[in-house]
């Protein structure tokens, strides 16, 4: 039990037996990382290393040297996970210039895992390439498979981020079959949140809700805080897109609680901004907006310009909502330059419309006009990304009252969201259309195909809660309105 080797640290710290308190310091260092308690995990690293010189003279050279790389590399990932990204990465440093100088592939390889995975997340792209393919080298050179699938995963995310579906999908697929194979569920999970987000971006929406919640069982298990709050957000972002709206704002929810538990601020920051998304779509407009901010102030903090990018989105989103197209505006232009330097998600084309939409608002349609039509001339992207680019779209193209440019725009939108399943998008475009239809029949249709989106949808949620969203979110699909226009 954990209690008794941190018992054991203690009594052999009193007794000035420094390598035998400094090895039972390290064990508990890593069974509390294993429980995502990395603050607590920090505690009994911190006192290691300040025995560690002590310990030192009493072991052989590469033992002391791979024993202090392991401990900078607990470091590491304690920081990392509290928050601490440039801490973090400075012991990533120490610990693969420890490691470098043993021989000991295994080791090496776990390190330059870690070192590629924290310059990924802080957009040092090409180092990161160069240290992931560096620790599948070591691998390699170990002759163990069970170190492959955690550099394999991280590289897929590099590959997938530069639109290279293919190769993601094959490095995705052997870090599955090499964590099967070696028992590994933490790898695992890993795969399978990489394969749900493949999923996702093909438009496959059951393959990509099977995989995700695979993923988020495996790191609900292990106990793994920080690995469960990004697939349980991919997660609430497909519920979302289904028309689940209940499960969203639950899950959502439980993901920034599980993240405060064990004070894990990135955790909390995505768990608030996927929150924020479903209370947008909600109405719930002031919670939203609150909740936008504290995560805005979190991802600054942290240093972390794409959620940055996602919470100034969300902000201009809520502005839009409420007309207050100034503040939108506010809101796209300080995003702007981030976006152009971060913007894996894809979601350009978004703020284009949002940004033109905002600007036909303020009775600037030149602007708004041009914004278009350089948003028109880009690649469409992934399904999940289509849709929402063309409901934007369709919104500004409204807002400058060009109708028929608007409504095409829309019925693109709505031929997505129907091939793929995305009910609420669906609801989405009936609710914009309706305003937009050029006959009565063609209005009936939408009102009547929207009306039962939403009551189904609203089914889900609470009677209150439901009861407000038909009649706050969606007044023009009234049930009195439709019965009121002859069927088709």
Known sequence: PMTVVEELAYQFEQAGLAPKAYAFLMQTARRHLQRSLYAEAGVFIDRALRLEPVARPLMLLDHADATLAELHLARSLSRFHMGRWQSA??????????????????????????????????????????????????????????????????????????????????????????????????????????????????????????????????????????????????????????GILSKALALSERTVAQAREVDHPHGIALGLVYRTNVLLELGRYREAEQNANEALRLVRNLGQSEDEVTALALLARIALETDRAEDALAFLITMWPLLERHDSEGIAPQAEAWRAHALALLGRTDEACALLDVERQRARQWPHLQVRSELARGRAYAALQQVETAREALESALQIASHHGYRFFQLCCHHELVELADSDLARAKHQRAGMSLARSIAGSLPLQEGKYFLKRRWPNLAHNAVRTIPPT
């Open 89 to 242: 990465l400075q012991s990533a440093e120490q610990a693969r210039a420890l490691a470098d100088v043993v021989p000991d592939h295994a080791l090496q390889a776990r390190v330059y895992a870690e070192y590629g995975n924290q310059l990924r997340n802080q957009g040092k792209n090409d180092l990161a390439e160069d240290a992931l393919r560096r620790a599948l080298s070591h691998a390699d050179e170990a002759g163990d498979d069970a170190l492959r699938p955690m550099p394999l995963y991280h590289l897929g995310a590099l590959v997938w981020a530069k639109g290279d579906l293919a190769s993601a999908e094959r490095m995705w697929n052997e870090v599955v079959s090499s964590a099967q194979a070696a028992g590994d569920d933490r790898a695992l999970g890993f795969g399978y949140n990489g394969l749900g987000i493949l999923a996702v971006c093909e438009g496959s929406t059951a393959q990509a809700r099977s995989h995700l919640e695979q993923s988020a069982a495996l790191f609900g298990e292990l106990g793994m805080l920080d690995a469960l709050a990004i697939a349980q957000v991919n997660l609430v972002e497909l519920y979302l897109s289904s």
